[in-house]
């Protein structure tokens, strides 16, 4: 058989024809490719890497530990990293040369309630570095009692919610500048349910109330609030308030609480807080802790050992307190509790009667059985009252001065002045309370299971409708970083910044604020520790902090060099509850 040489031949012409073809195609492809890979290569170089960058800085991360030099990378809200970041790239990169960066601060303890929906910047709070605020201490803004309406034609508002995930989604619809969690108000369920009744629920009552808090704790509630100096929560007793707290633990909810007395009658009010605390199940969280009263001052060291001890046999018991020596609540809580029972109108109505003068004036002199604090004796007479706010054009002159120089001015013994006030008034006004020392303030702050609150609102000197409000609304964070840290060394800095931010997440179960992580959510603010105080005084308070320079809300810049953007990037932070029925 003859082999077929030409046939063959051909093969492989074929063959080395489509070899060549085949490699120059692979050239091309390669070519390509590399070109298209450089392209992408040189398009990834030119898109930052993050929305923002903070370089420079010394970085707190509040966990406690000290500063370190580093970066933090801000990415879709979100801290993104933090620590030594070679190379980084960002949209926006602040040089944070001289600044501390530190989480922002959680103030455990606001009244922004109606203030925000009345200008969601939150300018007083936000200038302080504050990025998170817990409302509904004693009145949460819900549930709403029947006919509930009153204190809110000042703030220029129209009550449109009954439920507290309405008033959540008001919010929301504003807009605000910080983000805010709520307790549900003890005080609140008891008036919806019983009104001003001085008595204890029925079982039908009680499981009313309960349902109400349940309620709340599904719709975002982080806990039971209590605020037991002011009716009608002062009529609540133990059991109920065990019985509420209970359905805020089945949510992994907290109990806190304004305590029924900080004076001399500190001791059972601290054991009253305990015993909820086991008996519900929950942790138990106490506002401004303080002593109360010029006879009582030195027993903080008392009072922090008693709730150590609770502590150290297991109790989950925490505080907060602002750096002050004077509190303020009511004008009318100067007076004992029986003569402000019922409605508003009540109240007058007993006020204008000058026998309950008389029976007032006594009381205040010698005493009351039953009434446990004592306002005016605890801050050793009328001068330790000053008048904080009034509605009346004709009462603002008043705003600022002590109230024997109000009565001076009135022309009228203390007691009457107070009583006409409150009259004219109808029932309403605040006052600021001189009822602390300076050694028990700081004895308190130096637990390490004390956090900051401010017990104030978000204001701006134009609400004006505020009066002059206590200095705290305005310089209680700043106060704790210049005058405690700087000036007193009562705390270290790492220290202090952990009470602004993780303790008070760990209290109130934010568990993606308080700390500089990745993950996190972007709260940062950036402060200088030479130079941050507050400027806010007791006679002239509507003044804004220094050494601030910016404030950064879920990864948006609030403060900028000192200035207000008008960003509103703040979010309502459900608590537990929320999580646990949306699971």
């Known amino acids: 058989m003859n082999f077929p040489y030409r046939r063959f031949a051909t ?49 707190i991360d509040g966990s406690g530990s000290p500063w370190f030099e580093g970066s933090v990378a801000v990415k879709d809200g979100k801290i993104a990293d933090v620590g030594r970041l070679v190379n980084a790239t960002a949209s926006r990169v602040i040089d944070a040369k001289g600044l501390v960066v530190a989480p922002g601060f959680i103030d455990l303890h606001s009244h922004s309630d109606r203030t925000l929906l009345a200008d969601g910047k939150a300018q007083s709070k936000i200038r302080q570095g504050v990025t998170t605020e817990i409302l509904g201490e004693d009145h949460s803004a819900a549930p709403v009692p029947p006919g509930a309406g009153k204190n809110l034609k000042q703030y220029g508002l129209i009550r449109d919610w009954t439920t507290l995930g309405e008033y959540f989604a008001r919010l929301e619809r504003q807009g605000i500048s ?48 209590s605020g037991l100096i002011y009716l009608p929560n002062a009529y609540a007793q133990t059991d109920e308030l065990i019985e509420l707290a209970k359905v805020a633990a089945k949510y992994g909810g907290i109990y806190t609480t304004h305590m029924r007395g900080e004076g001399a009658h500190w001791k059972k009010s601290v054991d009253e807080v305990i015993e909820i605390s086991e008996k519900a199940g929950l942790p138990a969280h106490i506002l401004h802790l303080k002593i109360d009263g010029k006879p009582n001052w030195g027993q903080m060291t008392e009072q922090v050992k008693e709730i150590q001890a609770a502590r150290d046999r297991g109790a989950d018991i925490t505080a907060n307190q602002y750096p002050y020596i004077a509190s303020m609540t009511d004008l009318e809580t100067c007076l004992p509790p029986k003569y402000l029972a019922g409605s508003p109108a009540d109240e007058v109505k007993r006020l204008q009667d000058p026998e309950v003068r ?48 109000v009565a001076k001015l009135m022309g009228k013994d203390p007691v009457d002045a107070v009583c006409d006030l409150l009259v004219s008034e109808g029932g309403e006004g605040e006052a600021i309370y001189f009822n602390m020392s300076d050694q028990d303030v700081e004895s308190a702050m130096k637990q390490p299971w004390v956090g900051i609150g401010s017990d104030g609102g978000a204001a701006s000197p134009e609400m004006t409708f505020l009066g002059r409000p206590h200095p705290r609304f305005y310089g209680t964070f700043p106060r704790v970083l210049g005058v405690y840290v700087r000036e007193k060394h009562v705390l270290t800095l790492p220290d202090a910044v952990r009470k602004m931010t993780a303790l008070s997440a760990a209290v109130t179960g934010l568990n993606d604020r308080g700390l500089l ?67």
């Open 11 to 59: 093969l492989l012409e074929t063959l080395c024809r489509w070899s060549i073809q085949k490699r120059v195609l692979s050239i091309v492809l390669a070519v390509v490719t590399a070109t298209i890979a450089l392209r992408i290569h040189t398009l990834l170089a030119q898109e930052p890497q993050y929305d923002l960058l903070i370089v420079g800085g010394h970085i």
């Open 178 to 225: 910080v983000n805010i969690a709520s307790y549900v108000g003890s005080g609140q369920v008891r008036e919806v349910v019983l009104g001003e009744a001085n008595r204890a629920p029925n079982p039908a009552e009680l499981e009313k109330m309960k349902s109400l808090v349940d309620q709340a704790m599904r719709e975002g509630a982080i806990g039971l609030a």
């Open 358 to 405: 008389a029976e007032i004036r006594q009381a205040i002199a010698t005493g009351l059985p039953g009434w446990e604090v004592n306002q005016v004796k605890s801050v050793g007479g009328w001068h330790g009252v000053m008048v904080a706010a009034m509605l009346k054009p004709e009462n603002k002159k008043y705003e600022g001065k002590r109230m024997d120089e």
């Open 517 to 583: 992580r990745p993950g996190m959510a972007a709260d940062i603010t950036l402060f200088d520790p030479q130079t941050v105080i507050d400027r806010a005084t007791f006679e002239n308070p509507m003044q804004y902090p220094v050494g601030i320079p910016y404030v950064i809300v879920n990864g948006t810049v609030v403060i900028d060099q000192g200035k207000h953007t008008g960003a509103m990037p703040g979010h309502v932070l459900r608590g537990r509850g929320r999580k646990n029925v949306e699971q």
